[in-house]
């Protein structure tokens, strides 16, 4: 089956980096598109980031452009995303979702806290 899990997530302080991994099985990871979600308390889930399955061409959103990059390694079936300059507002969970097969199949997420 499907299986999507998260890595990386954990307690920084503000103007720090992160890097987030996400690593997939059980579907054709190198045809799929990847993308980063967060979800903050109270607030519904935002699309951070996408990546296209050859991994030439991403989308970020503006709150993120300039500070994150998405990444893929379509050999270890693993996405990444680097976090750097990070604000308190960038805390939330933060899921990877893949599409696949006309589906979308989502990890349980990691949890990033920013923070002095």
């Known amino acids: 089956q499907v299986q999507l899990v998260e890595s990386g997530g954990g307690l920084v302080q503000p103007g720090g980096s992160l890097r987030l991994s996400c690593a997939a099985s059980?579907?054709?990871?190198?045809?799929?598109?990847m993308s980063w979600y967060r979800q903050a308390p109270g607030k519904e889930r935002e699309l951070v980031a996408s990546i296209a399955s050859s991994g030439r061409s991403a989308y970020y959103s503006d709150s993120v452009k300039g500070r994150f990059t998405i990444s893929r390694d379509n050999a270890q079936n693993t996405v990444a995303l680097r976090m750097n300059s990070l604000k308190p507002e960038d805390t939330a969970v933060y899921l990877c979702?893949?599409?696949?097969?006309?589906?979308?199949?989502w990890g349980r997420g990691t949890q990033v806290t920013v923070s002095s």
């Open positions: 979702k893949a599409i696949t097969g006309g589906n979308d199949y």
């Open positions: 059980g579907f054709t990871f190198r045809t799929s598109v």
